[in-house]
C-alpha cells in the first residue's frame, strides 16, 4: 500500500490515519459512501457516483443487502442457535454489524471479522465495541487464505462446534477459478452443522446496468474487478449444504420483515445454508502454525 497522501478532504475518522493511500478509490470506503457513510475521501466519492451513474438502484441494493445481514444473523443466532460467527470481508463499521446484529439475540455470540484491507482493520480498532459477555475480534486477511484465517479465528473460536461464516458482498470480488474453491475449503474447515451465508450481485438481474458498472470496474481507477454471477452460479456455491428456506432468492426475497424491506428490489443474490452432520467427513486440519494475530477488539482501543 503506498504512503498517505495525509488528504484531509475526508470527514470523520479516516482524514486522521496516515498510511493509507487516499488517492485510489477503496472497496470498503466506496461501499461506505454508496451506504450514506462519512469515512470516505474524494477518489471513493468518484468511483461510487461512477457506479451510481451505471445503476442508480445500487443506493437500495446495499441497503437492501445490510437489511439481509440483519436478518441473517439474527436467524443463526436465534432460530439456528449459532453462537460463532466468522464475517469475512465485513467492511467499514457501519449500523448493525454481525457481531451487533448476533449480540442482540445471544449476547454471549462471539463473532471475528477477517479483512484483507488495513483500513477495515483501522476502523474496526476506533469504532466496534463487544457486548460484555461476547467478543468481537478482527484478523487481516484475504479470504482465499484459509490457513491464516483459520489460525487467526481459532484464537477466539473453537471450529469443533458449529460456526455461521458471513461473507456478504465479498464473493463477487473473486474470479471463477478462485471462488468455489474458496467457499467449498472455508466449509471443510468448520463443524458439520455450521452455516454460511451468503450475498452476491447478480448478473442476471438488471443486466445491462450491472454489465456498465463491470465495464467501468475494468477500466477506471476502481478499487476491485467485480465478477457477477447469476442465479444458478450463486446457487454453486453452496454445493453439498442444505440450503435455508427460501433458498437462494433476491436480498428481499430472504424473509423479510416487513413490506417495505420486501419491496426494496436489489439486484443480488442471497441465501444460508447448513453444513449437513452426515456426508461430510471431519477435516483432518493441518497444522496452520501460530504468530497469527486475532485482536481482541476491545484490546485494540
Ligand atoms: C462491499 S464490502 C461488503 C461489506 C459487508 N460484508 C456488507 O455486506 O455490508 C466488501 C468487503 O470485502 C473486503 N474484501 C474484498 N476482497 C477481499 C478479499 N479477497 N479478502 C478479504 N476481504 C476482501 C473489502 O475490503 C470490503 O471490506
Not at 200 to 208: C, G, L
Request: glycine share 8%.
Amino acid at each position: 500500500m503506498r504512503e498517505a497522501d495525509a488528504s484531509p478532504d475526508a470527514p470523520g475518522t479516516a482524514g486522521q490515519r496516515p498510511g493509507f493511500d487516499t488517492s485510489l478509490p477503496n472497496i470498503a470506503r466506496v461501499y461506505d459512501y454508496l451506504l450514506g457513510g462519512k469515512d470516505n475521501f474524494t477518489a471513493d466519492r468518484a468511483a461510487g457516483d461512477m457506479v451510481i451513474a451505471a445503476y442508480p438502484g445500487i443506493v437500495r441494493g446495499v441497503k437492501a443487502n445490510r437489511a439481509f445481514l440483519g436478518r441473517a444473523v439474527r436467524y443463526l443466532a436465534g432460530e439456528a442457535g449459532v453462537r460463532q460467527f466468522l464475517d469475512v470481508g465485513p467492511g467499514l463499521p457501519t449500523a448493525g454489524n454481525t457481531h451487533e446484529a448476533a449480540q442482540s439475540v445471544a449476547p454471549a455470540s462471539r463473532v471475528v471479522y477477517v479483512d484483507n484491507d488495513p483500513v477495515v482493520l483501522s476502523h474496526a480498532r476506533a469504532l466496534l465495541r463487544s457486548s460484555p459477555q461476547g467478543t468481537a475480534a478482527f484478523v487481516e486477511a484475504d479470504v482465499r487464505d484459509i490457513g491464516k484465517i483459520v489460525a487467526g479465528a481459532g484464537q477466539m473460536l473453537d471450529f469443533s462446534e458449529p460456526v455461521a461464516i458471513v461473507m456478504l458482498a465479498v464473493l463477487h470480488f473473486l474470479p471463477d477459478d478462485a471462488v468455489y474453491d474458496t467457499v467449498r475449503a472455508l466449509m471443510a474447515e468448520v463443524a458439520p452443522g455450521s452455516f454460511v451465508a451468503i450475498s452476491h450481485i447478480a448478473k442476471d438481474i438488471e443486466a445491462e446496468s450491472i454489465a456498465e458498472i463491470i465495464r467501468n470496474s475494468r477500466e477506471g481507477p476502481q478499487s476491485a474487478e467485480l465478477y457477477p454471477r447469476t442465479r444458478d452460479e450463486v446457487t454453486r456455491l453452496f454445493a453439498g449444504l442444505e440450503l435455508v428456506e427460501p433458498g437462494v432468492v433476491t436480498l428481499q426475497d430472504w424473509r423479510p420483515d416487513s413490506d417495505l424491506e420486501a419491496r426494496n428490489q436489489a439486484a443480488a443474490w442471497a441465501g444460508v445454508a447448513r453444513k449437513p452432520l452426515s456426508r461430510w467427513a471431519s477435516p483432518a486440519r493441518p497444522d496452520y502454525g501460530s504468530g497469527i494475530s486475532c485482536m481482541n477488539i476491545s484490546d485494540m482501543a
